[in-house]
């Protein structure tokens, strides 16, 4: 029997929404896509010093109108990529599995004993944008390059930027999203070879994160950064995770 093109993602059965599920310890945990109802959660989390001190691009103070135009673009992007699969599905029911550039599932989710879901956070992968260099001209060049590959293209650089509720810190959740969403998305159905990542310096949990889940550490470069929040920013690690030939 031919996979389906949402191929390994689920659906649930009562929204019809797709979903990523992480196994065990963490089975209650999945990855979904974004909701407009998520902006409260969101303003709370980004409200929060332990989540906003690691993260440049958030405003500081997060306002309701501020999650509320995230949310409209990253939920454009999932409808955007779940329309590509679906017209797969009818296009080539019985074809092979189409490769996408974006990911329908990012929202990350504790299912309550109730059915009910917590919001926890979000991963997202997208092209590197290389935001440790401070030498525009090569920045842009490295991101026009990359930009232009098409799909499937082993030599397209990704990245990650994610974010996880304080109250589940320290809980190995965002190690084994962050594991899930390689092997089962990002490698299978994005053609993704290659992840460089940029983490502060002085974030200690999200350099461990990305180690365990199989990154190397390549550098540490000084930056100077003034973020959002008001925190200043002297050094990054670069690390790289590539796929295993």
């Given amino acids: 029997m031919p996979k389906s093109q ?4 689920e659906f649930n059965q009562v929204t019809g929404e797709p979903y990523l599920r992480l196994p065990a310890p963490h089975d209650n945990i999945i990855i979904t896509p974004p909701r407009m109802s998520d902006a409260p959660a969101m ?4 409200s929060d010093p332990r989540i906003y001190s690691w993260l440049e691009s958030p405003p500081h103070p997060y306002l309701p109108q501020d999650a509320d135009h995230w949310l409209t673009k990253i939920k454009a ?14 296009e080539r029911p019985d074809g092979p599995l189409i490769l996408v550039d974006e990911s329908p599932v990012r929202t990350i989710r504790e299912v309550q004993e109730d059915g009910s879901e917590l919001f926890l956070g979000d991963i997202a ?10 030498d525009k001209e090569a920045k842009q ?5 990359n930009e232009e590959r098409e799909v499937g293209d082993p030599a397209i650089v990704w990245c990650f930027g994610d974010y996880l509720a304080a ?4 809980k190995g959740i965002m190690t084994a999203v962050v594991q899930k969403f390689i092997r089962d998305w990002a490698v299978p159905r994005m053609g993704v070879r290659q992840l460089r990542v940029e983490t502060f310096s002085d974030n200690k949990g999200s350099k461990r994160v990305f180690e365990k889940s199989g990154f190397v550490h390549e550098k540490t470069v000084p930056v100077n950064k003034v973020l959002n929040s008001g925190r200043t920013i002297t050094a990054m690690d670069i690390l790289w995770w590539k796929a295993s030939q």
């Fill in 43 to 46: 303003v709370l989390n980004m």
């Fill in 141 to 145: 060049a490295l991101t026009k390059a």
């Fill in 167 to 170: 109250s589940h810190h320290g």
């Fill in 77 to 90: 992007e999932s409808d955007r990529a779940i329309e590509k699969l679906q017209r797969a599905s009818v």
């Fill in 125 to 134: 992968i997208i092209r590197e944008r290389w935001l440790d260099f401070e």
């Fill in 6 to 9: 949402f191929d390994p993602l």
